[in-house]
Nanobody
Framework: DVQLVESGGGSVQAGGSLRLSCAAS????????MGWFRQAPGKEREAVAV???????NYADSVKDRFTISRDNDKPTLYLQMENLKSEDSDMYYC??????????????????WGLGTQVTVS
């Protein structure tokens, strides 16, 4: 099986920064599609940033130029560097992985494996 464990969440003031990490274990592949999603209570889970198996990266419009997704396939770990955080970025953030996502990168139902999430609160 595959396990994804997020870390790095916390509370920060608006304009501040946080770096989320997602450590993958179990059966891991460098050519996975991996990404970050977020979800507020009562709302649908939305894609934040996804890096596909071919290296293509996609961002939600709301986080472009503020968030940066990266991956270290040797560890293997997925990162999300978040800059200039806003109150509307407050959510539970989830790491997700699947074997291929392509044009469906923003569809949470495409992703097979999920972490338990890490809370980000911006005040």
């Amino acid at each position: 099986d595959v396990q994804l464990v997020e870390s790095g969440g916390g509370s920060v003031q608006a304009g501040g920064s946080l770096r989320l990490s997602c450590a993958a274990s179990g059966r891991t592949y460098s050519k996975w599609c991996m990404g970050w999603f977020r979800q507020a209570p009562g709302k649908e889970r939305e894609a934040v940033a996804v890096t596909d198996m071919d290296g293509k990266i996609n961002y939600a419009d709301s986080v472009k130029d503020r968030f940066t997704i990266s991956r270290d396939n040797d560890k293997p770990t997925l990162y999300l560097q978040m800059e200039n955080l806003k109150s509307e970025d407050s959510d539970m953030y989830y790491c997700a992985a699947t074997y291929a996502c392509g044009s469906s990168w923003s569809n949470s139902r495409v992703f097979t494996y999920w972490g338990l999430g890490t809370q980000v609160t911006v005040s």
